[in-house]
């Protein structure tokens, strides 16, 4: 039972609000907006650079001008903690890092074309870079003689540069599709063996016995060696919602969710341990509720209500005799609806508050109950789920973890059902970091809606060069069910 409220509300944030909100919170190197437009200086004097050794000689002085401001801009990033910066070229796109730049891969067309045509599609400017090293990287992009990667790598050593490293861009480049696949399936593995430890929890309480808490430990620390090997195999896990077993997916959902915002905030290894245990364990009391109150369509009555309120009590009772020597998940149990204002239940005694457990378990309890769907009503989109949680910042959620679990999370969350704006569907793959409403997708239907056998990745950070506009973009969320997918999991 969430504190999830009826999100119905209008008031709720866009995603380009929300990004903009969370902005802050992004794990993107130039997050930052002083960065970011010592980023753009970069790009700008690379570009002004080769414009104008192709005007004249390198020896004149708007040439040498120019060419000291790229070095300056070099310094200025390295001053910033880059011991070394890239330029990226992925489909006539410009990124920094991996950071996408729209407007200047259109100003800076010519430049981007000429280190194509070199054969350059990643430059990797080092701390040492400096004046000669600049004048021999425009003269490179001006000479026609040089016609792929090898004759301009030649062409620096002959000219003994070490500040520059050229190279084709490896930005898109991950694990390899067979050690992803991999990962994928063990992190599965790992998921079904939770699901079935936490059956056994559950038919063990039902008959009133002890149950053994070490499966459980047992999958949190298998879990968190998958999630430190590829956080995405194990994110992409939440995906899955288990039509039958709800209750035991959403255990396994929430402690997904939890151990990945509590990685997010840097808790270590015994921290993430507690935590995953706890939000594996914080229902548990529901067991001692009877089915026909839980499962009840309509509105409870003041008794049934009293109820099903007293799962926390019961819960933390439970866990107590078992008696683990970590108290976190009898905590968590106890305090998981007490919410962020202390206006839920049970009421606190005296100056207490939600532990940091209690609030991640509760946030990441609210957005997976939201984005189930259940025989008594439809799942939310992931988008707008974490708009209501956004709108409940403060109130029932703690609002730094709010935004934590956003920026994680993404706008448009990985396993997110999209239309684009050419009205194809897709699925979100893959969220960008420094870009969250531009994730990588993967391309399932056309705009006819004709099926595709094998979907194609895309990155919807990709330019269009001709107008600097995003060459396709999301024009809204759709709930799995209405887009005909039923395991959206297969796709990631
Ligand atoms: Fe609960």
New binding site residues.
Partial sequence: ??DAVDPTNDDLQSAPEMANEIASNARAPFADPARLAKAKELLRALAVSHTNAGLYPTTHPLVGQSLGELVTAVEALRDDGFSSVTINIYKRTLFVENQVFPEESMTHRKTVEDLLAHGISALTLLATFNLRDATALVEALSDDSIADLEAARRMFERRGVVGVELSETALFEEAGEEEEQENKVAARQTYDAGVEAMRDVETQTKLGKVFDVEPLQHMVSNMLDNLFRDPAAVLGLTAIKGHDDYTLNHSINVCILSLSLGASLGLDNVGLRSLGLSALL??L??VRIPEDILNKQGPLTTDEWHIVKS??KEGADLLKRIQLVDEMPMVVAYE??QRHDLQGYPEPQGDQEQHLFSKVVALC?AYDAMTTRRPFRREIRPDKALAVLMQGRGKAYDPALTKSLVAMLGIYPMGAVVHLDDQSTAVVFRVNTDDLLHPRVKLLADAHGRWREDPEVLDLRVVDPETGEFARSIVECVPASDAGIDDVWQYL
């Fill in positions: 039972m969430s914080y229902d009391g529901k799962h926390t998981h609806h309890d």
